[in-house]
């Protein structure tokens, strides 16, 4: 048992065995990334490419969906700013919109408002491994032309109606990164979820080349044929990757248990301290990859981080709205009101959550929490 004064981090990156050890000739380790790439496509269907990053799987979608300079693009302006990045680099103009404050999520219903004729692609950003409102979402892209694009960096193995999430639109983007659920340090995978766009992926993402073909013996020779980068992830990441991805129920069935133990205790302030905890709605089986609370001001976020650290807990906000930042406001604007994005951003605080995280301690973390609302009560 850990001494009740260390330090509780907000993270810890996973570790387990791995395969990428010095000891492991290359011909073994050289084959983690199709090892990798065999089950993503068994769990979903949808052929994977593994990237370097999700980052990279979000610029890939950009091409692979052909975007071009003054295409509008809807996204969520509480979202991490790789998610706009990929779409301002193709020369688009970004759209944000204001999210639902019970998940986090883009709000539907200012995806409609802000849809027109210059609207070719809605990126959705499933946070915390709590799936959009899909129903709502698909329902309105219907019949359109419009590309729906998930960013599911925080979703692997999370669920909307016994789905993966990530594979609803025509693209779902991944992340290995050291915070999420299993890591590689730093990479992503890309879902494929139309079979037009394999083949157009596979030139993407080995730099603009038909090498994948050639590999294949399809053709003699490879050339230059598209646009594309060097977007494939490292075999040593994909080694590290290859243990994490099979045991992946078991390590987020330990994440949703401390994520469950973290809501059956909080659940008690929130009546008295009039915080919010994270809703999930009907349908939607997360992952456990984030617990947050919605404190009542920024003032009270701030006082309370600063109450825990000293306390020996590591706690942090996240994102900024990118529609108020700098590049925000250069490559996009706000369609419709920010009435809930900036509000809850201030307000939200995530607390410590990963695989070797006890329970002993999400006791201690949530005690703390109780000790800071008892003596700061106005």
């Known amino acids: 048992m850990k001494e009740p004064n260390q330090q509780i981090p907000f993270n810890r990156a996973l570790e387990l065995k791995h395969r990428a050890g010095d000891s492991l000739p290359a011909s073994q380790w050289l084959a983690g990334s199709a090892a990798c790439e065999r089950l993503l496509t068994a769990a979903s269907s949808a052929p994977t490419l593994l990237t370097p990053s999700c980052t990279a799987s979000l610029e890939m979608a950009a091409l692979i969906c052909g975007l071009q300079p003054g295409d509008e693009v809807i996204l969520p302006s509480f979202t991490h700013p790789s998610t706009a990045n990929a779409f301002a680099l ?27 004729d210059r609207t070719k692609a809605v990126v959705v950003t499933h946070y915390a491994g709590i799936a959009c409102d899909l129903d709502v979402i698909l329902d309105l892209l219907k019949g ?20 993966l999430l990530g594979t609803f639109g025509r693209i779902g983007a991944l992340s290995f990164h ?14 494929i979820n139309q079979a037009g766009d394999v083949q157009k992926a596979q030139i993407i993402r080995e730099k603009g080349t038909n090498r994948t073909a050639f590999s ?24 590290y990757l290859l243990p994490q991805l099979e045991q992946l129920s078991v390590i987020n069935a ?15 302030f929130v009546d008295p301290f009039e915080i919010s905890l994270p809703q999930v709605p009907m349908h939607c089986e997360h992952n456990g990859h984030i617990f947050y609370l919605i404190c009542r001001t920024q003032k009270e976020r701030l006082a309370l981080q600063a ?15 990118l529609h108020s930042s700098p590049a925000g406001r250069r490559y996009g604007e706000l369609r419709g009101a920010d009435k809930y994005a900036t509000d809850r951003s201030e307000r939200l605080l995530r607390l410590p959550l990963y695989y070797s995280l006890s329970a002993k301690e999400v006791e201690r973390i949530v005690a703390s929490i109780h000790t800071f609302y008892r003596t700061h009560q106005h």
Request: charged share 15%; hydrophobic share 40%.
């Open 144 to 163: 359109t032309t419009i590309s729906l694009i998930e960013d599911a960096a925080h979703c692997i193995g999370a669920r909307f109606r016994g789905q």
């Open 254 to 268: 330990q994440r949703v248990s401390l994520w469950q133990q973290y809501y059956a205790l909080l659940a008690t």
């Open 307 to 321: 109450f825990l650290k000293k306390h020996g807990i590591d706690t942090a906000f996240h994102y900024l709205p």
């Open 90 to 116: 193709r020369g688009c103009r970004l759209c944000f919109v204001d999210i639902d404050p019970a998940t986090m999520n883009i709000d539907p219903l200012q995806i409609a408002a802000a849809m027109n």
């Open 178 to 191: 050291h915070t999420k659920n299993i890591h590689c340090g730093e990479g992503g995978a890309v879902w």
């Open 216 to 239: 294949r013996g399809e053709v003699d020779f490879y050339h230059w044929v598209d646009l594309g980068s060097s977007f494939t992830l490292s075999p040593l990441c994909a080694a």
